[in-house]
């Protein structure tokens, strides 16, 4: 009984979990699509990779190129944002975008690239292709692989700063879902030890999207929400400091999120479905 109670306690606390995560990563790629968050990383990654901060070298002429913003009208101005960037930029593509911009083509002997590279302003970047021209021997197409190689790996690092942004506001938004919707753990959890009945329905197919997910756990009447006098206990004595630790645990546990707490709530359904056979066997 102990452990048939503590595993469904798991599984209630898991299927909250999903739910706050469903509706946290929901809310979160809705907001970083209004807001162009991807879009707007690439575009600082790539101005930091050219070393052009003011936007007015050559990462304008990149943003112009078709390859790259194929999009846009490619008359973006020195100094002003593209009113349309791509939220991602195909590595190859780069490279050929940048050996145009640069003015580098496959007739050219190691001389002449050079001479060509030697029209870049900045000196970083020049080192870097020069560089590039030295290891390769001149062999344009090792040349473009190189740049994209090398695009590829910086843009790596764009990427981890595009997640740690959207981990932040999914954080931001977990823990404001928690609070609106007074999803409580430490609460939920004691209710699921008094009543376990409440999740015998509960399937691994349950809550696959967060409208779908928040209708499931009305419908098993886990304890969340403002009703029947909550918010007015939630100031009585010193409630605040038990609630406020359960709001925590359920914004934490949704940067998880839900793909992982979907198969964990699958894993421990069919753990329990596995449990009830053995005892019918025994």
């Known amino acids: 009984m102990f452990g048939s109670n503590v595993l469904d306690i798991a599984i209630g606390l898991i299927f909250t979990f999903l739910t706050v995560s469903l509706i946290a990563s929901t809310v979160t790629e809705a907001l970083s699509s209004a807001m162009s968050w991807r879009a707007n990383t690439l575009f600082e990654g790539v101005k930091k990779l050219l070393n052009d901060q003011n936007f007015t070298g050559l990462a304008v002429d990149i943003y112009n190129h078709g390859l790259v913003n194929g999009l846009s009208s490619g008359t973006t101005t020195a100094g002003t944002p593209p009113s349309t960037k791509p939220s991602y930029i195909d590595p190859k593509l780069f490279a050929s975008a940048l050996t145009d911009v640069v003015n580098l083509n496959p007739t050219q002997t190691v001389a002449e690239l050079k001479a060509s590279i030697s029209t870049v302003q900045d000196q970083q970047l020049k080192d870097v292709l020069n560089g590039i021209v030295d290891r390769t ?3 344009f197409g090792q040349i473009r692989d190189e740049i994209a190689s090398w695009f590829d790996q910086s843009m790596e690092r764009v990427s981890g700063s595009y997640k740690r942004k959207t981990q932040l506001w999914s954080l931001i938004i977990a823990l404001a879902v928690a ?5 409580d753990t430490i609460n939920i959890a004691a209710t699921l030890w008094n009543q376990p009945i409440l999740l015998k329905g509960i399937s691994p197919s349950a809550g696959s999207n967060a409208e779908q997910a928040l209708a499931e756990l009305k419908k098993l009447q886990l304890p969340f929400g403002w009703g029947n006098g909550v918010f007015g206990n939630f100031f009585s004595g010193v409630n605040w400091l038990l609630v ?3 709001w925590l645990i359920s914004a934490v546990a949704a940067l998880f999120g839900a ?3 979907f198969d964990t709530l699958q894993k421990f ?4 479905g596995t449990g009830r056979d053995q005892k019918k066997q025994s």
């Open 137 to 139: 021997n001149g062999n």
């Open 179 to 183: 609070i609106l919707l007074n999803i």
């Open 244 to 246: 406020i630790p359960g």
């Open 259 to 261: 793909p992982f707490w």
């Open 269 to 272: 359904v069919q753990l329990r």
